[in-house]
């Protein structure tokens, strides 16, 4: 399979647990991206990568949650402290660099955190 | 901030009805992206519409981008199961580099 690959899908923590999920984009795309979604929602853009450089970061986005993709492939997402506010799917998504095409998102399956 | 909307938030429809979803950006649009998520899936990519007036088709899916570039519609026509799910679209946000999503239209449809 050559999509987007987020692991884990499912993860259950505990109120101020850390949780840190991964992303493999596909393989030939320079930008990656992690939104959150929510119940009834569209998805709402937490950070962008272009390659390894974070060149956007939602200020939504806590201090809490923190972003690296360290060789411009996989990306992790990390939660510090987890609240329960935190509980959504976050879906990690990668398109490819220049051209009209370049504006079309690839998402991943997901991973859903529920905050207990 | 730059908000894309959608109307209506629900529709239900029988199947074999026809479907329509707007959109409405508060800025002007470079391109306007449609994206369907099935239940308990995730966001696929639909279509792109970047000239002002275009109309696309899909099949029974017709895609159209307004002549100001700040609103879209999403129409199907004679609808069937298979077309259930929500149905987003979305468009440049600022500084270019995210993209927007409005929250969507969940579509229903009864056999």
């Known amino acids: 399979d050559t999509g987007v690959s987020q692991d884990p899908r499912h993860k259950i923590t505990k109120r101020g647990q850390n949780v840190t999920f991964r992303c493999d984009p596909i393989?030939?795309?320079?930008?990656l991206y992690w939104y959150r979604q929510t119940l009834g929602q569209g998805p709402e853009f937490l950070t962008y990568?272009?390659?390894?450089?974070?060149?956007?970061k939602s200020r939504l986005l806590s201090d809490r949650f923190s972003a690296e993709r360290p060789k411009g492939s996989f990306s992790t997402l990390e939660i510090q402290r987890t609240e329960q506010g935190d509980s959504a799917m976050y879906l990690c998504a990668s398109s490819p660099m220049g051209g009209t095409s370049g504006n079309t998102i690839y998402f991943g399956e997901g991973s859903w955190l529920t905050v207990v | 901030g730059q908000q894309v909307m959608q109307i209506p938030q629900y529709q239900h429809v029988q199947e074999g009805e026809d479907f329509t979803t707007y959109c409405n950006s508060s800025?002007?649009?470079?391109?306007i992206q449609w994206y369907k998520q099935r239940p308990g899936g995730h966001p696929v990519f639909l279509i792109q519409?970047?000239?002002?007036?275009e109309v696309k088709k899909q099949k029974r899916l017709t895609f159209q981008f307004g002549e100001a570039k700040k609103n879209s519609s999403l129409h199907i026509t004679a609808t069937q199961t298979t077309d259930v799910g929500t149905y987003f679209c979305a468009g440049p946000g600022d500084g270019g580099f995210k993209t927007i999503f409005g929250a969507g239209t969940r579509l229903f449809v009864k056999a």
């Open positions: 519409l970047v000239k002002s007036g």
């Open positions: 990568f272009q390659n390894e450089a974070q060149l956007e």
């Open positions: 800025t002007t649009l470079s391109n």
């Open positions: 393989s030939e795309h320079n930008r």
